[in-house]
C-alpha cells in the first residue's frame, strides 16, 4: 500500500474530507515532534517538522499526477489550499506559545512559582 492509498484508506474509514485530515495531520505532526524531539511548541522545531511534511506531502501527490498542464496549474491551487490547512493550527499554536504562554497555562506572570 503506497502513501496516496494510505490518504484515501483513511478518508474512506473516517469520513472526513481531505481538508480535515490536513489539518488534524499538521496537529498531528506537530504535538508528535514535540514530544520526540523533547521540545516545547514555543520552538520552532516542531513547526518546521510539519511544514516539511506538507510540502513532501504536496510533493509527492504533483509527482503522482499524470494530466496536462492546465489540469496541473489548477493541482497547484489545491496544494496551496492544502498547505494552508496543514499549517494554519500548527502555526497558530507555535505563536500563542511563544509569545502569549499564559493563555496556555491560565496563569499571569507574576502568579508563577
Not at 514530544?35 to 513547526?47: E, K, Q
Not at 509527492?60 to 498542464?69: E, K, L, R, T, V
Not at 496551496?80 to 494554519?88: E, M, Q, R
Request: hydrophobic share 50%; with cysteine; proline share 5%.
Amino acid at each position: 500500500m503506497d502513501w496516496f492509498e494510505i490518504k484515501n484508506w483513511l478518508e474512506l474509514s473516517t469520513g472526513l474530507p481531505r481538508d480535515s485530515l490536513h489539518i488534524y495531520a499538521g496537529i498531528g505532526v506537530q504535538l508528535a515532534a514535540a514530544l520526540v524531539c523533547r521540545r516545547s511548541l514555543a520552538s520552532p522545531v516542531p513547526w518546521l517538522f510539519v511544514a516539511v511534511a506538507a510540502f513532501a506531502n504536496e510533493f509527492y501527490d504533483f509527482s503522482q499526477i499524470d494530466a496536462p498542464q492546465d489540469r496541473k496549474i489548477s493541482y497547484i491551487d489545491e496544494a496551496v489550499s492544502d498547505i494552508w490547512n496543514t499549517l494554519l493550527l500548527p502555526t497558530l499554536f507555535l505563536m500563542i506559545a511563544r509569545f502569549w504562554p499564559d493563555w496556555l497555562t491560565g496563569k499571569a506572570d507574576g502568579d508563577r512559582n
